[in-house]
């Protein structure tokens, strides 16, 4: 019982060192919704969103439907490098290079 008195007491200290609860500091009350609803041009469009009228339903349609069934298609390639596996498995060190070898 002494040991949870004690305990109880020393965690009451804990809220001076806090940093969201010191005065004095910054407190993010709200900070993310401030922020975005600075950078969105009409609030309205947090609630409903805005249709793209370039977007095809058909086509997300059928990706979904390939995703779905696991018969999804290969990306088509790109002028980035190509990756392979290296090293021989588990976690990755700073030893075990990357991409072509490290060549």
């Given at each position: 019982?002494?040991?949870?008195?004690?305990?109880?007491?020393l965690?009451?200290?804990?809220?001076?060192?806090?940093?969201?609860?010191?005065?004095?500091?910054?407190?993010?009350?709200?900070?993310?919704?401030?922020?975005?609803?600075?950078?969105?041009?009409?609030?309205?469009?947090?609630?409903?969103?805005?249709?793209?009228?370039r977007?095809?339903?058909?086509?997300?349609?059928?990706?979904?439907?390939?995703?779905?069934?696991?018969?999804?298609?290969?990306?088509?390639?790109?002028?980035?490098?190509?990756?392979?596996?290296?090293?021989?498995?588990?976690?990755?060190?700073?030893?075990?290079?990357?991409?072509?070898?490290?060549?």
């Amino acid at each position: 019982m002494r040991h949870a008195i004690l305990l109880l007491v020393l965690l009451g200290g804990c809220e001076a060192i806090d940093p969201y609860t010191r005065a004095g500091n910054w407190r993010p009350l709200h900070a993310n919704e401030a922020n975005l609803r600075v950078h969105v041009a009409d609030p309205a469009m947090l609630d409903r969103g805005i249709d793209d009228p370039r977007s095809d339903g058909q086509v997300a349609a059928a990706a979904v439907h390939r995703h779905r069934n696991d018969r999804l298609r290969a990306l088509p390639a790109s002028g980035v490098a190509r990756l392979q596996a290296s090293g021989q498995g588990g976690a990755a060190g700073a030893a075990t290079g990357g991409g072509d070898g490290g060549r």
